[in-house]
T-cell receptor, first 113, second 113 residues
């Protein structure tokens, strides 16, 4: 079964607003990653946060990780129409099976101009 | 670098036919994997390989075979296609560990009639 579950399934906002997506997972992890997928394309790696990190930034992206709640959030600030895409979290388990990256079902973000 | 390449881009099969989806990478990555993406299901891991000659099963391996004779290539074989295998298939690669950035190919859209 899939490890990560994103919430909400779909999100529609206006350009310039912030977008927040959440990911919950079930087991202990080594790291959690966020990916973006434009329609009909492959996934692109955005950011990785390790289990001993609580927050990470990359440009307009901010990721937080709460291992006690087994959850992560991705914040995109000052969104643009080009941010329209599906966003997936992926987890690498701690210990056995850590080489496998398991994806959630994704959040579909629409940024309206 | 071409990155991760997949062929074909589109394929239509009849039930019972067999075929091979090709995946190649020119980044000297040890780890390669195959995912399938179905609407509302996110990405599910089919098979993966941690190096030439080493493969293992993911979440949904039934009906698929893989082999890894070279570092560069990781073909996915459908033994006897079924309509349930209609999906978009993505190949991915990364250097080695789960903290290395994973790169995805553009995908193969497969329809089984």
């Amino acid at each position: 079964s899939q490890q990560g579950e994103e919430d909400p399934q779909a999100l529609s906002i206006q350009e310039g607003e912030n977008a927040t997506m959440n990911c919950s997972y079930k087991t202990s992890i080594n790291n959690l990653q966020w990916y973006r997928q434009n329609s009909g394309r492959g996934l692109v790696h955005l950011i990785l946060i390790r289990s001993n990190e609580r927050e990470k930034h990359s440009g307009r992206l901010r990721v937080t990780l709460d291992t006690s709640k087994k959850s992560s959030s991705l914040l995109i600030t000052a969104s643009r129409a080009a941010d329209t895409a599906s966003y997936f979290c992926a987890t690498a388990a701690l210990g056995w099976g850590s080489e496998k990256l398991v994806f959630g079902k994704g959040t579909k973000l629409t940024v309206n101009p | 670098n071409a990155g991760v390449t997949q062929t074909p881009k589109f394929q239509v099969l009849k039930t019972g036919q067999s075929m091979t989806l090709q995946c190649a990478q020119d980044m000297n990555h040890e780890y390669m994997s195959w995912y399938r993406q179905d609407p509302g299901m996110g990405l599910r891991l089919i098979h993966y390989s941690v190096g030439a000659g080493i493969t293992d099963q993911g979440e949904v391996p039934n009906g698929y075979n893989v082999s890894r004779s070279t570092t560069e290539d990781f073909p996915l074989r459908l033994l006897s296609a079924a309509p349930s295998q209609t999906s978009v298939y993505f190949c991915a690669s990364r250097l080695t560990g789960s903290t290395d950035t994973q790169y995805f190919g553009p995908g193969t859209r497969l329809t089984v009639l």
